[in-house]
């Protein structure tokens, strides 16, 4: 949909679309800007210009237009009490992981907490209306700007002020109304100073007219009417209107303070800690001429370094000033913005890693750690992390609650940087000797190899980080794909009445609706079919084999095999008991390993996906490391804790909205619920899940829970595989049998090895008797050697290394025209030792190397003595067959 269409249509009828009460009663005049052409509504009437294009734009810097000041903290509980005093509910910051959408990995608006998807639709579900939220977003295309701009935030606070105009809600007087006495009355700018600029918005199929409000040029909100569906000239009205409005607390802090960044009075006594450390002082007016400039030329520009060169010179910087002043300062700025969106992150459960929105906040923590090394600073990062949360845990108390977790992933995620500096090195020395790096190489090598443009800056190995970079970056993993879901002829039939949701009976009747292929939809079923990464049921219908079952937004779909029964037909059903029972059991054992894992390895673990099947289940975890065996021991006596304790598996269906509110956004461990309705299953306190699966009526119907295998199966998940109920006793039994066979095997090796040491001090003892038969001329076999001609080969068991290098070196001592060969197995090895004596015709050299390389490793020597060797022993026989051809001829 084009914006610029629904903007020109819009501003043709103003009254429609823009014009309020409070532009009559306070005398505003609408203008249009005779440099861009945007309309604008103003109290100034000689104002010919928008607050884009205006002289005045970003003159708070250094002359603040309010009356009071407020910091970031203080800002928003200024923005609380007024919305309060005017009857709205605030409401507390959802989590900035969107567990809710999966479209999207992280919040980047307010209004994205209160949608949800049903079907193709986006639908608005308001915990209250009015309300006023605290929302932190997240956002990641405009990473190269953070530091530098001023006003560019990888996390930021929008001030989310939403309203329904049906019930309890208001339209766009109202809304006016109240943003305008928000600025004019709470925070004290006088009301000559406001500026609304018409602006329109569009998105997930619908649009309406929006009015931004500018003070000195800077826009603190935009209040949105989401109005409209559909195409522009054939749209309707959407049957639930939304005020959207969101305004950037940052800002609003900015506006009050005026000081040269917005940094500057966002991030609380962070700032003075890390101004202290580099020793410069952030309040000076060459700053805020700079910071000025830069604000004032961020549009005329498409790099961020030619905007960086234009306020340089606009604002007389020297170079030495620019590197004493400017750079340490954007360097402390980014690693304050980058660590407290990393803060957030992990509170609400994300981890850095390669995949998905890990990406995003691997990126920045690396971007922390070389900025840190560029500016050679000595920091305290669990210091900073401290004194973030100490300044927004009034406002954000559950940053308190999750800070040694921060500090522990944060920990783990540098080491990793750390060890991976050597490999970076070599990687950047390269890239120097090419020469500069397109993005696309410069996207790859960090995909690849974890190195940041930022790193190569530091190291010379590139002049600039190009402006793209984060932007391109961030595209790539915004959004998973979603799975293609197959057409089948199911229109027209009804919805199918979910038996297993109800009474749950093994054997009923149902009418057959429809056939097709191999495939049956019944009025009702107890066939659960597979969701939520819970295998289907199995049994028969019709006394034929049910081998699948599928759900089609309602409608359940047999598959059989061996013929289906006739449209109409009333046919008797029966499910598999015994498999349903086992899949039951695994699936709540996964509720069960997820809770338990979460309070054995930390708050960051949430399910990234299941499986249950009838012999046996899985769930990914996301975690940071591998597991230890002490770990899995741990997670399963937790487990097994859970079961013994006999817990009341409760299965409640609420309002999602409800649900939501009562349990938090822990329920979607899942993943998103499509519903209004949702199936809420809770392990009495332990656990609590929305989840469409079957589940036991008490934990100690499971009996037991065996973890049977783990593996880490990408960065940031790890895999536990595991069985329950009886398959867990037979994992127990075969355990049992296996570890009385290993016993047995490990008796039965020490006592071969005892021989065998035994048999070694024998040949040892040897030594001379053999010496004194082969010199004597003796041929054959003596004692495992076999002997032609004073040459002699051996791969008995019986000889180590001793026996090989003492027999072999006094052999060819004695007698220039002896020589030995000697193969034998050493730990994972395979070795070969060679001694020719100079009249032998053997050489050393030549033998050993040919060897070793049959045996998938090297040899060397010269031609009177040669070792070597390899670690695959599926040729050894292949090489004893060679080397002992080679040395007897």
């Given at each position: 949909?084009?914006?610029?269409?629904?903007?020109?249509?819009?501003?043709?009828?103003?009254?429609?679309?823009?014009?309020?009460?409070?532009?009559?009663?306070?005398?505003?005049v609408?203008?249009?800007?005779?440099?861009?052409?945007?309309?604008?509504?103003?109290?100034?009437?000689?104002?010919?210009?928008?607050?884009?294009?205006?002289?005045?734009?970003?003159?708070?810097?250094?002359?603040?237009?309010?009356?009071?000041?407020?910091?970031?903290?203080?800002?928003?509980?200024?923005?609380?009490?007024?919305?309060?005093?005017?009857?709205?509910?605030?409401?507390?910051?959802?989590?900035?992981?969107?567990?809710?959408?999966?479209?999207?990995?992280?919040?980047?608006?307010?209004?994205?907490?209160?949608?949800?998807?049903?079907?193709?639709?986006?639908?608005?579900?308001?915990?209250?209306?009015?309300?006023?939220?605290?929302?932190?977003?997240?956002?990641?295309?405009?990473?190269?700007?953070?530091?530098?701009?001023?006003?560019?935030?990888?996390?930021?606070?929008?001030?989310?002020?939403?309203?329904?105009?049906?019930?309890?809600?208001?339209?766009?007087?109202?809304?006016?109304?109240?943003?305008?006495?928000?600025?004019?009355?709470?925070?004290?700018?006088?009301?000559?100073?406001?500026?609304?600029?018409?602006?329109?918005?569009?998105?997930?199929?619908?649009?309406?007219?929006?009015?931004?409000?500018?003070?000195?040029?800077?826009?603190?909100?935009?209040?949105?009417?989401?109005?409209?569906?559909?195409?522009?000239?054939q749209?309707?009205?959407?049957?639930?209107?939304?005020?959207?409005?969101?305004?950037?607390?940052?800002?609003?802090?900015?506006?009050?303070?005026?000081t040269?960044?917005?940094?500057?009075?966002?991030?609380?006594?962070?700032?003075?800690?890390?101004?202290?450390?580099?020793?410069?002082?952030s309040?000076?007016?060459?700053?805020?001429?700079?910071?000025?400039?830069?604000?004032?030329?961020?549009?005329?520009?498409?790099?961020?370094?030619?905007?960086?060169?234009?306020?340089?010179?606009?604002?007389?910087?020297?170079?030495?000033?620019?590197?004493?002043?400017i750079?340490?300062?954007?360097?402390?700025?980014?690693?304050?913005?980058?660590l407290?969106?990393?803060?957030?992150?992990?509170?609400?459960?994300?981890?850095?890693?390669?995949?998905?929105?890990?990406?995003?906040?691997?990126?920045?923590?690396?971007?922390?750690?070389?900025?840190?090394?560029?500016?050679?600073?000595?920091?305290?990062?669990?210091?900073?992390?401290?004194?973030?949360?100490?300044?927004?845990?009034?406002?954000?108390?559950?940053?308190?609650?999750?800070?040694?977790?921060?500090?522990?992933?944060?920990?783990?995620?540098?080491?990793?940087y750390?060890?991976?500096?050597?490999?970076?090195?070599?990687?950047?020395?390269?890239?120097?000797?090419?020469?500069?790096?397109?993005?696309?190489?410069l996207?790859?090598?960090?995909?690849s190899?974890?190195?940041?443009?930022?790193?190569?800056?530091?190291?010379?190995?590139?002049?600039?980080?190009?402006?793209?970079?984060?932007?391109?970056?961030?595209?790539?993993?915004?959004?998973?794909?979603?799975?293609?879901?197959?057409?089948?002829?199911?229109e027209?039939?009804?919805?199918?009445?979910?038996?297993?949701?109800?009474?749950?009976?093994?054997?009923?009747?149902?009418?057959?609706?429809?056939?097709?292929?191999n495939?049956?939809?019944?009025?009702?079923?107890?066939?659960?079919?597979?969701?939520?990464?819970?295998?289907?049921?199995?049994?028969?219908?019709?006394?034929?084999?049910?081998i699948n079952?599928?759900?089609?937004?309602?409608?359940?779909?047999?598959?059989?095999?061996g013929?289906?029964?006739?449209?109409?037909?009333?046919?008797?059903?029966?499910?598999?008991?015994?498999?349903?029972?086992?899949?039951?059991?695994?699936?709540?054992?996964?509720?069960?390993?997820?809770?338990?894992?979460?309070?054995?390895?930390?708050?960051?673990?949430?399910?990234?996906?299941?499986?249950?099947?009838?012999?046996?289940?899985?769930?990914?975890?996301?975690?940071?490391?591998?597991?230890?065996?002490?770990?899995?021991?741990?997670i399963e006596?937790?487990?097994?804790?859970?079961?013994?304790?006999?817990?009341?598996?409760?299965?409640?269906?609420?309002?999602?909205?409800?649900?939501?509110?009562?349990?938090?956004?822990?329920?979607?461990?899942?993943?998103?619920?499509?519903?209004?309705?949702?199936?809420?299953?809770?392990?009495?306190?332990q656990?609590?899940?929305?989840?469409?699966?079957?589940?036991?009526?008490?934990?100690?119907?499971?009996?037991?829970?065996?973890?049977?295998?783990?593996?880490?199966i990408?960065?940031?998940?790890?895999r536990?595989?595991?069985?329950?109920?009886p398959h867990?006793?037979?994992?127990?039994?075969q355990?049992?049998?296996?570890?009385?066979?290993?016993?047995?095997?490990?008796?039965?090796?020490?006592?071969?090895?005892?021989?065998?040491?035994?048999?070694?001090?024998?040949?040892?003892?040897?030594?001379?008797?053999?010496?004194?038969?082969?010199?004597?001329?003796?041929?054959?076999?003596?004692?495992?050697?076999?002997?032609?001609?004073?040459?002699?080969?051996?791969?008995?068991?019986?000889?180590?290394?001793?026996?090989?290098?003492?027999?072999?070196?006094?052999?060819?001592a004695?007698?220039?025209?002896?020589?030995?060969?000697?193969?034998?197995?050493?730990?994972?090895?395979?070795?070969?030792l060679?001694?020719?004596?100079?009249?032998?015709?053997?050489?050393?050299?030549?033998?050993?190397?040919?060897?070793?390389?049959?045996?998938?490793?090297?040899?060397?020597?010269?031609?009177?003595?040669?070792?070597?060797?390899?670690?695959?022993?599926?040729?050894?026989?292949?090489?004893?067959?060679?080397?002992?051809?080679?040395?007897?001829?």
């Amino acid at each position: 949909m084009d914006k610029k269409e629904i903007l020109k249509e819009f501003s043709s009828d103003p009254d429609r679309y823009y014009n309020v009460k409070l532009f009559a009663e306070q005398g505003f005049v609408r203008k249009s800007c005779t440099k861009c052409g945007r309309f604008f509504w103003t109290l100034d009437s000689g104002r010919d210009l928008c607050p884009d294009d205006a002289d005045d734009t970003y003159s708070f810097i250094g002359e603040p237009p309010t009356s009071k000041r407020f910091d970031y903290t203080q800002a928003w509980k200024q923005v609380e009490e007024f919305f309060v005093k005017n009857n709205h509910t605030s409401v507390s910051r959802y989590p900035v992981v969107c567990r809710w959408r999966d479209d999207l990995f992280f919040t980047i608006a307010s209004v994205v907490d209160f949608q949800r998807v049903m079907g193709s639709k986006v639908v608005f579900e308001f915990p209250a209306n009015p309300l006023v939220v605290p929302q932190t977003c997240l956002r990641f295309k405009d990473l190269e700007n953070v530091g530098v701009t001023g006003r560019h935030f990888s996390s930021f606070c929008m001030i989310g002020q939403h309203s329904i105009p049906e019930g309890k809600g208001y339209w766009k007087d109202e809304c006016i109304d109240l943003d305008y006495r928000l600025l004019t009355d709470q925070f004290g700018i006088k009301k000559e100073e406001v500026v609304f600029v018409e602006d329109v918005w569009a998105g997930g199929g619908s649009f309406g007219p929006s009015l931004e409000y500018f003070v000195r040029g800077l826009e603190l909100g935009n209040a949105v009417f989401t109005e409209f569906q559909g195409e522009l000239g054939q749209h309707t009205t959407l049957d639930q209107r939304v005020i959207d409005m969101g305004a950037g607390l940052e800002r609003f802090a900015w506006i009050t303070m005026g000081t040269p960044t917005a940094y500057d009075c966002c991030f609380g006594p962070i700032n003075q800690k890390l101004f202290n450390t580099i020793g410069v002082d952030s309040d000076s007016e060459i700053l805020r001429k700079y910071f000025t400039e830069i604000a004032k030329a961020l549009d005329d520009y498409e790099d961020l370094n030619d905007v960086r060169r234009h306020a340089i010179k606009k604002a007389g910087l020297t170079e030495d000033q620019l590197n004493r002043t400017i750079t340490p300062l954007e360097g402390t700025y980014l690693i304050a913005d980058h660590l407290r969106t990393l803060i957030f992150a992990i509170t609400d459960g994300a981890l850095p890693s390669n995949v998905g929105g890990g990406y995003n906040l691997r990126m920045m923590l690396r971007r922390i750690n070389a900025t840190i090394s560029k500016l050679n600073l000595k920091l305290d990062i669990d210091d900073l992390i401290d004194t973030h949360i100490d300044y927004l845990k009034d406002t954000y108390p559950e940053l308190d609650e999750k800070r040694e977790d921060v500090k522990k992933i944060l920990k783990i995620e540098a080491g990793r940087y750390e060890e991976s500096k050597v490999h970076m090195k070599k990687k950047a020395d390269k890239i120097r000797e090419r020469g500069t790096p397109s993005v696309d190489e410069l996207i790859t090598l960090y995909e690849s190899d974890g190195i940041t443009p930022e790193y190569l800056k530091e190291v010379d190995a590139i002049a600039e980080i190009p402006s793209s970079f984060y932007s391109k970056l961030s595209d790539l993993h915004q959004s998973e794909k979603k799975k293609a879901i197959a057409e089948l002829p199911l229109e027209g039939i009804p919805e199918t009445d979910t038996l297993f949701y109800k009474d749950d009976p093994m054997e009923f009747e149902a009418k057959v609706i429809k056939v097709f292929d191999n495939q049956v939809v019944l009025d009702r079923t107890s066939f659960y079919a597979r969701g939520g990464g819970q295998e289907p049921d199995h049994g028969t219908i019709a006394g034929f084999k049910v081998i699948n079952v599928d759900k089609h937004a309602n409608i359940i779909v047999h598959q059989l095999e061996g013929g289906t029964p006739k449209e109409g037909d009333t046919v008797k059903c029966k499910v598999d008991e015994s498999r349903r029972a086992n899949i039951t059991k695994n699936h709540t054992s996964t509720h069960i390993i997820n809770a338990s894992s979460r309070g054995v390895l930390g708050s960051w673990i949430w399910q990234h996906s299941a499986f249950k099947d009838d012999d046996h289940a899985r769930l990914d975890i996301t975690h940071h490391s591998s597991l230890t065996d002490e770990q899995v021991q741990q997670i399963e006596d937790a487990a097994n804790k859970m079961v013994k304790q006999n817990l009341s598996v409760n299965i409640d269906y609420f309002d999602r909205g409800t649900a939501e509110q009562t349990y938090g956004f822990r329920i979607y461990q899942g993943g998103v619920v499509p519903v209004k309705s949702v199936r809420i299953v809770s392990i009495e306190d332990q656990d609590v899940e929305a989840c469409g699966g079957t589940h036991v009526k008490k934990t100690g119907d499971i009996e037991l829970i065996k973890i049977t295998k783990t593996k880490r199966i990408q960065d940031g998940v790890v895999r536990l595989e595991f069985v329950s109920g009886p398959h867990a006793f037979e994992y127990v039994k075969q355990q049992e049998i296996e570890a009385k066979q290993k016993q047995l095997e490990d008796a039965q090796k020490q006592e071969l090895e005892k021989r065998r040491e035994e048999n070694k001090q024998k040949a040892r003892e040897q030594i001379p008797i053999i010496l004194e038969k082969i010199l004597a001329g003796e041929s054959g076999d003596i004692d495992g050697i076999t002997i032609k001609n004073k040459l002699c080969f051996t791969a008995s068991e019986n000889y180590d290394e001793y026996f090989h290098l003492n027999f072999g070196k006094k052999l060819v001592a004695k007698d220039a025209t002896t020589a030995f060969c000697g193969i034998f197995e050493s730990g994972p090895t395979v070795r070969i030792l060679v001694y020719a004596g100079e009249q032998s015709g053997v050489n050393a050299g030549m033998i050993a190397k040919e060897i070793a390389s049959i045996l998938g490793g090297s040899g060397g020597g010269d031609s009177k003595f040669a070792q070597g060797g390899g670690k695959d022993t599926s040729k050894m026989e292949q090489a004893i067959a060679k080397a002992k051809s080679m040395i007897l001829g």
